[in-house]
């Protein structure tokens, strides 16, 4: 298959400016009439020939300024485009094609879920639905016919403001949306079916009164109101923070189970997931309800950044995507502490993206090439482009970078843009030079950052030294220095904030900083607030002690308790690969203790503080991964703290206990977590503590308060030989079996256990009769949660962790071929295991590129992990 190059990027050689689409939808014979005006652009070289996408339709007839087009103007183009020969400057291009919802298994185009139709366009559906120039930088005026049987269709929703419906013969009806926002072909959106709204209104600032409507399937109308909160709160934040009002009359959200991804922000019309919309105590747990008000927002913030002002071309897919995540956790962070939710971020950012940026997958945020664009949305461009649009905002100042994004949306407002136009806008706005700055976008790898420091009684000059430098990725073997804004403070030697805190800004491979007139020597506090996504070493074990008992900053405070665990856990891998017998190291064991002492003030920072570094997290750090003993360590750890602790394990547990009505505030959430925080090291600790804390469990999840809880006891008991183990995962699948998405979580449950007998478990549950490779939520619930949340069984000496994954791969890339190749990346890290695992997971990567008829997209993931 073609590598799409960016430098190859040429202007459309036509623009569309009207599209009138007309669908009468049927399962397996829907007929789609496409009306377009289209002109030749001025822009671009001339073409005597319009050249169209298309896959997987079937033309019917085609017209040009009304005349019928024969078989000699058009042909067919490899890979289901068309070409229509010899066309005027400026025409009307008529087409009818016909395609199938119910064979769509891709979920990409038009689809049936459970008899309901859906769309999904980005980045490459819409030519699935119709013949077009399906590209960013084609913006066009939509208007939207819909027709569909009356009875199985009550419902017909499209983007833009409704515009007329009515009858039909023969029990059908229609309706009709026009959207007055030119947009691209990846946002139009289609919904239709017997679904129901839960209704709401919100009055923007300049008085447009917005009605507000979420479609879920009935019986779930209940279960919609935390989604619709955060939607308000979301709109209302944009506005606040950024002065950016909502622009039409309606604001609709359809949630579908067969979903891709998370969820689209189609103008207008965003369809979602139904994990990131309904909610219930009884079915949600605190993590999905946080799930839900970071997607919902993510989505609408998309309608300014990614719609009014769109890409050009899909390499500039962070243009939208990490300007997006970064608004949606601003968002996040003002709704509770900022803090804990940088925490998480981070978490999240070291456990997907840093491998990604490690692994043979490794691109810049703005790629240069691709295969197969839907393998680009990745932590890379999300998350990691959320990071460089932090860091610019540090560097140019809050008020600076709003000046910036208002410059941003003026200059660019019904665009297709490029991420220079981005940094231009806040270069401009800011008077900072950029130019350097924007390497972040274009050098992949994540930079590691060294520090040294010294101290000179005499004058009281205190120097910091810091070097950078970023690791070869495929593609790029030279790296060049990145700018690294280093935000940083000093503490003396008795716990106190020195003067001298600021931002230095590391420029070149290796600066040096100085701060004179210091008493005695401090201890640098670096990265505060996690000021840049680089490594950090050169700090030794007794300065990241002092810094997580001392540091005013919390999430240095977390960071080094976390770097300083991870050094531990290090030394403690060695012991068990040398058979020596373990023990719990002291100084570990008093951070952890402090962390119990002061859990109260701040019990969601205490529960971020209380997890140790992940399994991968350490495996991330090791020349050669030993996935055995590093879960074997990880254990012992557990258990040791659990047994060091149990009285002050119990008593948390115990204290924190609700007894009021289920909250989803901060505080509440914060409670939950290190309640159950501690009940997981409690039932690790040895002898009767344990016994206790494995009780407790049984009880917490019979009293069954909310999902947080039951989930939080089952995924002790699951990973537990205790009795009453799989009397609870029965009772659970008894109590559940009709809901997917709490059954995802059964599924997830047992194929994260790190039971030795978790890989059978997992094939069994392969077969289990409510298994159904076709429901993404599903494959992920199962394949997902084994392949990357259970590192020590996929990682089984005998390979068949692999194996199970290879099969997986090639029997759910002929469904759904973006989950399939989604599925694959923990294969691809073959380089950090040793060379039997390694030489056992390119044997896995081989059986798959074997098959015929591989898709392009598992092809370009699975030849570039041998590569
Ligand atoms: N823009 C969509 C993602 C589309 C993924 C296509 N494979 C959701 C989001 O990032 O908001
Ligand atoms: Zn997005």
Redesign the pocket.
């Given at each position: 298959p073609p590598t799409i190059r960016r430098e190859d990027y040429r202007p459309p050689a036509f623009l569309v400016d009207q599209v009138d689409l007309h669908l009468a939808l049927h399962p397996t014979a829907t007929r789609v009439k496409a009306k377009l005006a289209l002109r030749r652009n001025p822009a671009a070289a001339p073409a005597a020939d319009l050249e169209l996408d298309g896959e997987a339709l079937t033309l019917l007839a085609a017209r040009l300024d009304g005349a019928p087009l024969g078989a000699d103007r058009l042909a067919h183009l490899p890979g289901g485009g068309l070409r229509v020969a010899d066309v005027p400057a400026a025409f009307t291009l008529e087409t009818e094609v016909g395609i199938s919802p119910e064979a769509n298994s891709e979920l990409s185009g038009l689809y049936l879920s459970g008899g309901n139709y859906f769309t999904?366009c980005?980045?490459e559906g819409f030519r699935r639905i119709t013949y077009f120039p399906d590209r960013p930088d084609v913006m066009a005026r939509y208007t939207t016919t819909l027709e569909a049987d009356r009875a199985a269709c009550p419902v017909l929703l499209s983007n833009g403001n409704p515009d007329g419906a009515g009858e039909l013969p023969d029990g059908r009806h229609w309706a009709r949306w026009v959207d007055p926002h030119p947009k691209p072909s990846y946002l139009f959106a289609v919904v239709a079916g017997d679904l129901v709204a839960m209704r709401d209104r919100f009055t923007t600032r300049s008085g447009r009164k917005v009605a507000l409507g979420i479609y879920v399937r009935k019986g779930d109308e209940d279960a919609c109101g935390h989604a619709m909160d955060s939607l308000k709160r979301s709109m209302a934040w944009d506005e606040d923070t950024y002065g950016l009002e909502y622009d039409l009359d309606v604001f609709n959200i359809a949630a579908v189970s067969d979903f891709?991804?998370?969820?689209?922000?189609n103008k207008g019309l965003n369809v979602f997931n139904t994990k990131y919309i309904l909610a219930r105590p009884e079915t949600a747990t605190d993590a999905d309800y946080e799930g839900i008000e970071t997607v919902v927002a993510?989505?609408y913030f998309?309608n300014w950044t990614?719609n009014r002002v769109t890409c050009r071309d899909w390499f500039q897919l962070s243009l939208k995507?990490g300007l997006?995540v970064f608004r949606d956790q601003h968002f996040s962070a003002d709704q509770g502490s900022a803090a804990v939710k940088r925490i998480g971020d981070v978490r999240r950012l070291r456990a997907a993206q840093f491998p990604e940026d490690a692994g043979p997958m490794a691109h810049p945020v703005r790629p240069d090439s691709y295969v197969e664009i839907?393998n680009f949305?990745t932590a890379t461009v999300?998350q990691k482009g959320a990071e460089v649009v932090r860091m610019m905002r540090r560097l140019i100042g809050e008020a600076n970078f709003r000046k910036g994004m208002d410059l941003y949306i003026a200059r660019h407002d019904n665009q297709a843009v490029t991420i220079e136009d981005f940094v231009r806008a806040m270069q401009d706005a800011s008077g900072t030079d950029l130019s350097r700055f924007a390497r972040w976008y274009a050098q992949a790898g994540t930079p590691a950052l060294r520090v040294r420091d010294a101290f000179d009684k005499a004058s009281g000059r205190y120097t910091l030294t810091l070097a950078q430098s970023t690791p070869p990725t495929p593609g790029q073997p030279e790296k060049q220095p990145v700018p690294i804004p280093v935000a940083m403070g000093l503490i003396g030697p008795d716990g106190a904030e020195l003067p001298g805190a600021g931002l230095l800004l590391l420029e070149e491979a290796e600066q040096g900083f100085t701060f004179e007139g210091l008493p005695a020597k401090p201890v640098p506090s670096l990265l505060r607030g996690y000021s840049a996504p680089v490594k950090l070493s050169g700090l030794s074990l007794e300065q990241l002690g002092f810094l997580a008992a001392h540091d005013t900053d919390p999430f240095v405070r977390w960071d080094s308790a976390q770097q300083y665990a991870t050094a531990e856990m290090l030394r403690l891998v060695e012991e068990v690969r040398s058979q020596k017998p373990l023990a719990l190291p002291e100084g570990l064991a008093a951070i952890f203790g402090a962390a119990l002492d002061r859990a109260m003030e701040d019990p969601a920072f205490a529960a971020e503080a209380l997890v140790l570094p992940s399994e991968d997290f350490v495996a991330d750090q090791m020349a050669v991964a030993d996935p055995e003993a590093i879960h074997a360590m990880r254990q012992f750890l557990r258990g040791a703290l659990g047994t060091r602790f149990s009285p002050r394990l119990a008593a948390l547990h115990g204290a924190l206990e609700e007894t009021g009505p289920y909250r989803i505030d901060g505080a509440s959430i914060g409670r939950r977590a290190l309640r159950n925080a501690s009940l997981a090291y409690l039932a690790r600790a040895e002898g009767a503590a344990g016994a206790e804390g494995l009780a407790r469990a049984e009880q917490q999840f019979e009293a069954g308060r909310n999902m947080t809880d039951v989930l939080a006891a089952l995924r002790v008991l699951a990973d537990s030989d205790s009795p009453a183990r799989q009397a609870a995962l029965d009772a659970f699948h008894g109590k559940w079996r009709h809901d997917d998405l709490v059954l995802d979580k059964w599924f997830a449950i047992q194929a994260s256990a790190a039971r030795p007998d978790a890989l059978e478990a997992v094939r069994a549950l392969a077969r289990h009769p409510d298994f159904d490779l076709r429901n993404p939520n599903r494959a992920r619930s199962l394949i997902g949660a084994f392949a990357a949340g259970n590192p020590a069984r996929f990682h089984d000496a005998s390979g068949d962790g692999y194996r199970f994954l290879a099969e997986m791969v090639i029997a759910l890339d002929a469904v759904n071929t973006?989950v399939a190749a989604r599925l694959v990346s923990p294969l691809g890290l073959w380089k950090r295991q040793d060379a039997a695992r390694g030489a056992l997971m390119r044997a896995g990567l081989e059986r798959i590129l074997a098959r015929p008829g591989l898709s392009k997209g598992t092809y370009e993931k699975v030849s570039k992990s041998l590569a």
């Open positions: 999904q980005e980045a891709n991804m998370g969820a689209m922000e993510h989505e998309h990614g995507e997006t839907n949305y999300y973006q």
